[in-house]
């Protein structure tokens, strides 16, 4: 069925590229994909772990075994054309027990690129005659000249179930995104992570200045087909198009015979990790000051409303959604930029992207869910952000949903600030003067705040849900940081052991001078 692989080779170079030589005539567009994904959301689900080699599952390929396989750079997909993109793969096995297939397109034809034994250095692993040619990759890494014009960076990668990460110019990895989140931090039910099973690379021209990829997105409860369309530079700009369909009933209970229809059906899906910072409490015992990837999330309401909800590592999940219909965009935000905040020579927090998701369209009436898990360390991500909408698909039949993601410094593409009359930070602690109240600092900042005299401090519109009360305010110039100083005194009500909602704008007269600052306070 399978012509024999051919190997190009570039003069004077090493083996660059085996890709299969089996192709077909086709034009592979959403579309394309979105009949395979229908034609799969007819049968049960299948998981690729099944496929997996037994060689290459955990309890034969350990951490340190699998640390020894390398990805050969000159290997690397498109080298011998000497493309603005290449393709670096990442070897299945270990934590990456779910093969993917990949697929490279061109704007006539389609050939599936199989897996290649000599793309890798094994080290001192003798696995390699262990593992059959359509096993698949674990991911992949997307190269290209980001930096400088003579050098490829890494721009992204596509590794582990639906996770992917971007960067633009001069950012490091920080969080992900995702492809879809199925019933995260319900309480009732087991999260569903749907993976992505199959690629298809869109091979560019020397001239091309953007990268399209398509992929299946497949799950017990349903199958999705995915158009990425990336275009990198200072704020990474990645817009993506979907077609889902879900699976019937009867196809999902064959495979999980307890699974409940589906509750969230998270769009957009963003994650990060918060192990403290200015809202933290009680700090680790850790020579840094802070220490996250995002400290907030911003949110763009249809009614024109800007929200920024800082982040905090709760001792026990926090599950908050806000109302938002026809939502203009969201976002996990990094906005805390000097490295005199983190002190950490090893990890550039001050240098990883916020994400900002502004769907296509009006999305319809649907919340937008903020996710806060404790964690004990920063390696793990504890920070969940998504959209759910409140009708959800009919079994079998298209939803269709697009957004853009911004990997960026907190700047649109036009390189205005995404919210400019902002909440810089945000302190707790003791009030001193009351020991059951807790004494909130906020400073906000902005041009139409900066332009006010000192002597006509704008007002501060504070309040809190019924469980607590707001029992001073006052605002103040910082002048030190150039900021309006909000204190806030907050005294839960006696007994209180519930979660108190506070919200604070910034007005001077009916003109609202800030975003709405809005915090979630839980009792110890």
């Known amino acids: 069925m399978w012509q024999a692989f051919r190997r190009l080779i570039l003069i004077g170079s090493l083996l660059v590229v085996s890709v299969c030589t089996a192709s077909e005539s086709a034009e592979v567009n959403l579309d ?145 995104a995702r492809g879809l989140a199925l019933d995260s931090g319900e309480s009732d039910r087991p999260e569903e992570f749907p993976i992505f099973t199959d690629w298809w690379l869109g091979k560019p021209q020397k001239e091309d200045t953007e990268l399209r990829l398509f992929a299946i997105l497949d799950s017990v409860s349903g199958v999705g087909a995915y158009e990425f369309l990336i275009r990198p530079g200072d704020t990474t700009i990645c817009d993506v198009e979907a077609v889902l369909f879900l699976r019937e009933t009867n196809k999902v209970l064959k495979v999980d015979p307890k699974r409940l229809p589906i509750k969230t059906l998270g769009l957009a899906p963003l994650t990060s990790m918060f192990w403290f910072g200015k809202t933290t409490e009680h700090k680790p015992d850790d020579y840094r000051s802070e220490v996250h990837d995002s400290d907030g999330l911003l949110a763009k309401m249809d009614g024109g409303e800007v929200l920024w909800r800082p982040l905090d590592n709760p001792s026990a999940i926090r599950h908050q959604i806000f109302s938002a219909p026809n939502i203009r965009g969201f976002g996990l935000m990094q906005r805390e930029r000097s490295f005199a905040a983190y002190q950490d020579s090893f990890n ?92 909130i600092v906020i400073d906000f900042d902005g041009p139409k705040l900066d332009a006010l005299p000192e002597n006509q401090p704008p007002v501060a519109i504070a309040n809190c849900s019924p469980n607590a009360a707001i029992v001073d305010n006052q605002v103040i110039r910082n002048d030190d940081l150039g900021t309006w100083r909000v204190i806030l005194k907050m005294q839960p009500k006696p007994g209180n052991a519930d979660p108190v909602d506070l919200r604070c704008t910034l007005q001077q007269g009916t003109n609202v001078l800030s975003e709405t600052w809005t915090y979630e306070w839980s009792p110890p």
């Open 32 to 176: 394309y994909v979105a009949r395979r994904a229908l034609e799969r959301a007819q049968k049960p689900f299948h998981s690729p772990r099944a496929d997996l080699p037994k060689v290459l599952r955990q309890d034969n390929l350990d951490y340190d075994k699998y640390r020894e396989i390398r990805f050969r750079r000159d290997r690397a997909l498109w080298t011998a054309d000497d493309l603005p993109f290449r393709m670096e793969f990442f070897h299945p096995g270990y934590l990456y027990q779910e093969p993917v297939h990949v697929y490279e397109f061109t704007l006539t034809h389609v050939q599936p690129i199989r897996f290649v034994q000599d793309f890798f250095d094994y080290g001192n692993l003798k696995i390699q005659n262990q593992i059959p040619v359509n096993t698949g990759y674990a991911g992949f890494r997307i190269l290209h000249p980001l930096n400088q014009a003579n050098q490829l960076d890494e721009l992204g990668a596509f590794l582990g179930a639906s996770y992917f990460r971007l960067l633009g110019k001069n950012q490091r990895y920080g969080m992900s």
């Open 348 to 439: 550039p927090y001050h240098l990883v992207p916020s994400v900002w998701v502004e769907p296509h369209g009006n999305w319809g009436d649907g919340d937008l869910h903020l996710l806060e898990l404790s964690a004990q360390f920063e390696g793990l991500d504890n920070i969940v952000a998504f959209w759910d909408p409140k009708i959800k698909p009919v079994p079998l039949q298209p939803y269709r949903f697009g957004y853009t993601l911004y990997w960026t410094r907190e700047t649109g593409e036009n390189g205005m600030k995404l919210s400019e009359e902002r909440a810089i930070s945000t302190r707790l602690g003791l009030d001193l003067n009351c020991k059951e109240c807790r004494q």
